[in-house]
């Protein structure tokens, strides 16, 4: 007997599809130079699928970077759940994001690719949405009620371009060590 899909159960799939295959396009062509017959072909979609859920090939882009997000905050996530303390969560979420963003073409994907294509704006909301609330709560719980709001912001937005930059850096020579310890310590030194 043949178990019947439900719709949603066939659109999540189509979308799954098209995102995956434009993952690998976006990173062996580039954004510009990927065009949608190709992706429509390597997803095993029609074209009318690809615009039934996605405006265009920005919207396919946007998807695309918004669920390495998704997967880099789930992965810190999971990393830092049985953490002792505050500060103790943020080394774990620390090290968990390094290790996240090993993923071949993720630091591309959300470091380069995704602040050139969909502007600086754009990608501050994709990482405030993905994960981005929880490290300045995180900060927060840390600091306790040393630093208002506005500075908690402020300190969160300078942490996260501190990874980011980090990240880069460990992408082009393949070794994190150093830097996670380095962030280590100045996490460490500021939040104590």
């Avoid at 799954?16 to 993952?23: F, H, Y």
């Avoid at 017959?37 to 390597?42: A, F, K, S, Y």
């Avoid at 609330?133 to 937005?157: F, S, Y």
């Amino acid at each position: 007997m043949q178990i019947r899909r439900s719709n949603a159960d066939r659109r999540q799939e189509t979308r799954g599809s098209l995102l995956t295959a434009a993952r690998v396009l976006f990173l062996e062509n580039g954004y510009a130079a990927t065009a949608t017959p190709e992706l429509v072909e390597r997803a095993g979609v029609t074209r009318g699928a690809l615009y039934h859920h996605f405006k265009d090939k920005l919207a396919v882009f946007q998807g695309v970077v918004e669920q390495e997000a998704a997967d880099v905050a789930a992965e810190i996530a999971r990393g830092s759940v049985n953490a002792k303390s505050p500060l103790d969560a943020l080394l774990k979420g620390a090290h968990a994001y390094f290790m996240a963003m090993r993923v071949p073409g993720r630091v591309r994907l959300l470091l380069l690719d995704g602040p050139a294509v969909l502007g600086p704006k754009e990608m501050r909301r994709i990482d405030l949405e993905a994960g981005g609330h929880e490290l300045r709560a995180g900060i927060q719980d840390a600091v306790g009620a040393r630093l208002d709001p506005a500075q908690v912001n402020a300190l969160g937005d300078l942490v996260s371009a501190m990874f980011d930059r980090a990240a880069l850096a460990c992408d082009a020579d393949h070794e994190t060590r150093t830097y996670e310890e380095a962030l280590v310590r100045l996490l460490t030194a500021l939040l104590k």
